[in-house]
């Protein structure tokens, strides 16, 4: 896809490589940013209150860090901060990133032959006029009979412990197992294009 020239600049605050990703599909450029946040210290029953305070914890860490007047430069371009967050909901069980081999091993067999919810929210902030904007996605990924061996080699390469669930829908070992998603893949993969689109109107 073409690169879009939006009437705006783009600061991506996340290190997700599959949000890079997604955001560079819809063609626009933007720069890196990440926030170094506890998340563990940020605690909510449901899930879309979760995803939302966190992704907007987020927002306010990177704020602060920029320089006076958001960092812009002296032109008339405005800039946009997207931050996001994504948690996985299994069994009414809200699960982020594994903290451990054991856990991610429950993580994925817990999955096999079963269900998962997906929770992803995006905040998008105007750093010019402070003026912000959110929501959130969901959808559920239902998934085969995922064989021991690949659960180990998924454990074995790392990627499940930088990920929501330790979740990865678009890996080559994860992807032949999945059955169907109801709902927007790239909600899945943690960045809902169409909300992002729609909050980059409103944030304007």
């Known amino acids: 896809m073409p690169t879009k020239k939006p009437p705006f600049k783009i600061i991506l605050g996340s290190s997700s490589k599959a949000r890079r990703e997604i955001l560079s599909e819809m063609g626009y450029e933007f720069t890196i940013m990440t926030a170094d946040i506890d998340e563990k210290g940020i605690r909510r029953e449901k899930p879309e209150d979760l995803v939302m305070a966190l992704a907007e914890a987020k927002a306010d860490a990177i704020v602060q860090r920029l320089p006076t007047g958001g ?9 946009l901060l997207i931050t996001a967050d994504t948690v996985v909901v299994y069994r009414g069980i809200i699960r982020e990133k594994p903290t451990s081999e054991k856990e991610a091993r429950e993580f ?3 999955y096999s032959g079963s269900h998962a919810a997906v929770v992803g929210s995006v905040v998008v902030t105007n750093l010019a006029t402070g003026k912000r904007c959110g929501g959130w996605d969901s959808a559920e990924v239902y998934f085969l009979e995922i064989p021991d061996e690949v659960i180990d080699n998924l454990i074995d390469e790392g990627i499940t ?18 059955d169907a998603v109801v709902g927007s893949t790239d909600t899945v993969m943690g960045l809902s294009k169409a909300l992002t689109e729609k909050l980059f109107l409103e944030a304007q």
């Open 71 to 79: 960092g812009l430069e002296e032109d008339d371009s405005t800039t």
């Open 108 to 110: 994925i067999k817990g």
């Open 161 to 178: 412990f930088n990920v929501a669930g330790g979740l990865m829908l678009e890996h080559p070992l994860t992807l032949p197992f999945v």
